[in-house]
Structure formats: C-alpha cells, structure tokens
T-cell receptor
C-alpha cells in the first residue's frame, strides 16, 4: 500500500456521460498530481494541485476538470466522455509543490463504452 | 511533444542477463531523473533516481548511468530476475514530472 488511495478501482460508463475519480494523498503530502495512462500515449501529466490551489496544467482536455479540497483529497471530473478517454487514471502525491518523490496510487481504470 | 524519449519499447532478457533501457531528453533545465517500475494493476513506484551532477548511481542490481553532455541516461539491471518483469519508465522533472513512453521488460527463466 503506497498510502495514496484512489477510488473507484474500475469504472465502466457510456459515451457522453460524466464521472468523478477520487484521490486521497499520502498523509502529510500537500501536492496531488493526476496522470492519464493509455496504451499508445504512456503516462501523460494532466494537472497538479498544491494545498488546494491549481499549480500546473499539462495535457488536460477542456472536458476534464479537477479540484483539491480543504482536507487535501482531490477529484478529477471527466465529462462528455468519449471512447478515447478509456484509460488508467493515476493520482500521485508529494510533500512539496515541486516534488521529487512522487508516490502513486493504484489507479482507476475507466472504460467508456 | 514527448519531452523524454525512451527505448526500447519492449525487451526480453534471459534470467541472469543484463537489461539496459535508454532515455534521452532535450530540456537542459531538467534537474532530477528518476526511474519508475510498474507492475500490472499497480501504479508506478520509484525505483532509483539521479541528479545531473552525478554520472552514475548504483542501488543493488540497479544502476543509472547519466551522460549530461549527450543528454542521455540509462538504467542497467544486472543479474535480471523473472521478478523484475515489469514496465519501466524513465522520467525527468522541471519541476513537474515528465515520463518516457515505457519499456516492457520480460525476464525469461
């Protein structure tokens, strides 16, 4: 157990729907990062939050959004889902805003049908 | 644009052999180069990391070789074991983490 908790582990939904993925960072970590892993794209950085504020944005689509709550857990919202959004979504956490030691959760496997 | 290029995409090595995975980067502002190991159904886990002022770092059977002038770094796994079979990602930070595309390593008994 890495200490980073992601729920749910698996999610199957239809195109056009909206889902929310949840991440609880490791105790003491203030930064949360979201990554998308697909077969042909590897691990793509989506977005980072640090202590409740957005810190950095990567290749995140406009249909996707995230937030970090006062208790530091984070949610990634994916809307108007397309077949191509099927992927593993990982959350990672680190202590500082510029993390060197990222700890990853076990991921949420999203399947859009 | 892929910030960190990784090769090969897949690698099959005999038990006891040496596994070598190579990565290259362009951004000279990268200041930390970790390697992650990922088993099926799990998230990536930090394996070993190096800073650009060091040319080599060894931890057990795992060694990173770093060539700053060539902007290349590699992971060597000595005495490869079937339990090492996993996907390996190189990465670089500036300050966020950018991953290579991954190498699926299979160690056959």
């Amino acid at each position: 157990d890495s200490g980073v908790t992601q729920t749910p582990k698996h999610l199957i939904t239809a195109t056009g729907q909206r889902v929310t993925l949840r991440c609880s960072p490791r105790s003491g970590d203030l930064s949360v990062y979201w990554y998308q892993q697909s077969l042909d794209q590897g691990l793509q950085f989506l977005i980072q939050y640090y202590n409740g504020e957005e810190r950095a944005k990567g290749n995140i689509l406009e249909r996707f959004s995230a937030q970090q709550f006062p208790d530091l857990h984070s949610e990634l919202n994916l809307s108007s889902l397309e077949l191509g959004d099927s992927a593993l979504y990982f959350c990672a956490s680190s202590v500082a805003s510029q993390g060197k030691g990222y700890t990853f959760g076990s991921g949420t496997r999203l399947t859009v049908v | 644009q892929q910030q960190v290029k990784q090769s090969p995409q897949s690698l099959i090595v005999q038990k006891g052999g040496i596994s070598i995975i190579n990565c290259a980067y362009e951004n000279t502002a990268f200041d930390y180069f970790p390697w992650y190991q990922q088993f099926p159904g799990k998230g990536p886990a930090l394996l070993i990391a190096i800073r650009p002022d060091v040319s080599e770092k060894k931890e057990g059977r795992f060694t990173i070789s770093f060539n700053k002038s060539a902007k290349q770094f590699s992971l060597h796994i000595m005495d490869s074991q079937p339990g090492d079979s996993a996907t390996y990602f190189c990465a670089a930070t500036n300050p966020n983490l950018f991953f290579g595309t991954g190498t699926r390593l299979t160690v056959i008994p």
